[in-house]
């Protein structure tokens, strides 16, 4: 347990430090004290980080062009847009701390709830971890190799663009673990009162043990409440990473079309006039941005299973209504069946579309459009 606390406390201080939770955290009340020196040093953190890697990826690249073409157009592009994706996310969360306040708090009441056994507390915690530490190996990885790549030069310019590009990349990195942790939060706790219904339900042989369950259905802290709170979250959930899904999945698509564009046009086409390592680190950059959107599909996906839960839950009530059991415990849980039905967990893109598995052929169908656009552009220019 007390390696659990450790590690919990490290994580806090580290999303701290990156810019993205602007709060302290009291262990003993179980609360989050808002801090206004932390959130004016979080919001210089996540505009400095990528307003500093433009400014460096300028003032250095247009110094080391040979000449305009559609590549160093594309590239210019797409650090000129990231400047504002990158931003706009942890900002995003900084600017509705009231929320995620409320967020927090709903969460700590979800853990507490007697209606149901105890939250899996460290399941929770090893999953969102092993997220985190999955994501940040991966891109040290690919920091590690731009920086020491043979042969290359140490220029201080370089080094600058890649440690404001780290900054910036683990803010994100911070944003994208809240939002997967919020997730698996959700579905754990959907997974836990769909057994609990079932159990219930197969415990009820008699008179006084269907009373005690319809009692479990009705009262202050039971199971109907319990479902209230879990769409509370849900909502609250929308509301908060609406706007950082949709700028997140914006800038995987930039990212995995240029990238995409690049290596069709220069590296395959013209491979034989770039060094065996310039060739590795383009592979690595493409492995790299496609690990990128399969993280970011694991959020997605992690939100669309929630959805499935709580169809499963709906489904499981719909159908035990049709069994024999008394008319009180029918009752409720046809309230508690209606309750489902107008208060459904599932998640949008701030209601523009549904998070599901959908949005990886989306993105798949988009670079491909965008690739035969760049090439004709090509096309055009060497012509």
Known sequence: MKTLQVLSRLLHLKTVLLGV???????STLTLELRRELLLYCCAIVILGPTGRFYIYLTTFLRM??????AFYSALFIELSDVVLLIVPPCCLLYRHKQVKRLFVLLVKLY???AVSAFPFRRWFRTCLLFNLMYESAYGVNFLLNIFQPGSTFHLEIVNLLLSTALSQLSKSAVMLIMYGSGQYLQMALVQLKEHLLLGVHRSTGPVQQET?????????GWMQYYGQLWQVCEILNDLFGVPLITYCLMTLMHLTFICYVMLTKVMVEWHNFSVVQNVLAGVELMWTVFELLCLMRIVSTFARTREESLKTQKLLLRLNLSPMDHKLKQSIEVFALQ??????EFTACRMFTLDYTVLFSIAAAVTNYLIILIQFEMAIEQ
């Open 213 to 221: 369950l319809r009692q479990l259905h009705v009262r202050p802290a």
């Open 65 to 70: 062009r040979g000449k305009f073409i559609v």
């Open 112 to 114: 507490h709830n007697p």
């Open 21 to 27: 939770v602007p709060f302290h955290f009291h262990r």
């Open 340 to 345: 489902t039905l107008h208060q459904p967990i």
